[in-house]
T-cell receptor, first 117, second 113 residues
Framework: GAVVSQHPSRVICKSGTSVKIECRSLDFQATTMFWYRQFPKKSLMLMATSNEGSKATYEQGVEKDKFLINHASLTLSTLTVTSAHPEDSSFYIC?????????????FGPGTRLTVL | GNSVTQMEGPVTLSEEAFLTINCTYTATGYPSLFWYVQYPGEGLQLLLKATKADDKGSNKGFEATYRKETTSFHLEKGSVQVSDSAVYFCALSDKGYGQNFVFGPGTRLSVLP
């Protein structure tokens, strides 16, 4: 159990278009979801934290109008990269936190590689 | 603020060699500590964790002990395999392991046959 999926796993888009990435908790309810960005050969950088039904909290330096986060349900959060540019190319990873079954753990998705041409 | 420091890589070892990847942290309070592994092209997988001082996390032959006095959580494995080649991230969470993580920069390990 405790599986987090992301879709798509890879996406290539043209500069100026918008891209939506989905993060789903498959077998548990996620009270909180986190979005990270990983540059090549670098560590993960937390972008934002989202709680179901409320606005996301963005980390300093992350443009909320650029990276739109919607946490519509307890099993789904989406990250939309608006008007993507080549510098947005990166590996985006989500994670989900659950309080189910008395647990307090965070599980990571497999990541989405975004390439903007 | 909280931070995690890891030894610089890449680390290249021969199969069956002993592995140590150093990790030290700075945090207020009593964080939980983790090691995550990332195989090429994949997301992060939890390798092991420890939630209080002197706890030892272990999994797949890897182990790490939470040392509060030295603020360290070094990763060790007695005999590495080619399949252990990956990037290893040390991380902490200062509000229990459901909350925000702070990751180290990662250490790339290559194991040669």
């Amino acid at each position: 159990g405790a599986v987090v999926s992301q879709h798509p796993s890879r996406v290539i888009c043209k500069s100026g278009t918008s891209v939506k990435i989905e993060c789903r908790s498959l077998d548990f309810q996620a009270t909180t979801m986190f979005w990270y960005r990983q540059f090549p050969k670098k560590s993960l950088m937390l972008m934002a934290t989202s709680n179901e039904g409320s606005k996301a909290t963005y980390e300093q330096g992350v443009e909320k109008d650029k990276f739109l986060i919607n946490h519509a349900s307890l099993t789904l959060s989406t990250l939309t990269v608006t008007s993507a540019h080549p510098e947005d190319s990166s590996f985006y990873i989500c994670s989900a936190r659950t309080l189910d079954r008395g647990l307090n753990e965070q599980f990571f998705g497999p990541g989405t590689r975004l390439t903007v041409l | 603020g909280n931070s995690v420091t890891q030894m610089e890589g890449p680390v290249t070892l021969s199969e069956e060699a002993f592995l140590t990847i150093n990790c030290t942290y700075t945090a207020t309070g009593y964080p939980s500590l983790f090691w995550y592994v990332q195989y090429p092209g994949e997301g992060l997988q939890l390798l092991l964790k420890a939630t209080k001082a002197d706890d030892k996390g272990s999994n797949k032959g890897f182990e790490a002990t939470y040392r509060k006095e030295t603020t360290s959580f070094h990763l060790e494995k007695g005999s590495v395999q080619v399949s252990d080649s990956a990037v290893y991230f040390c991380a902490l969470s200062d509000k229990g392991y459901g909350q925000n993580f702070v990751f180290g920069p990662g250490t790339r390990l290559s194991v040669l046959p």
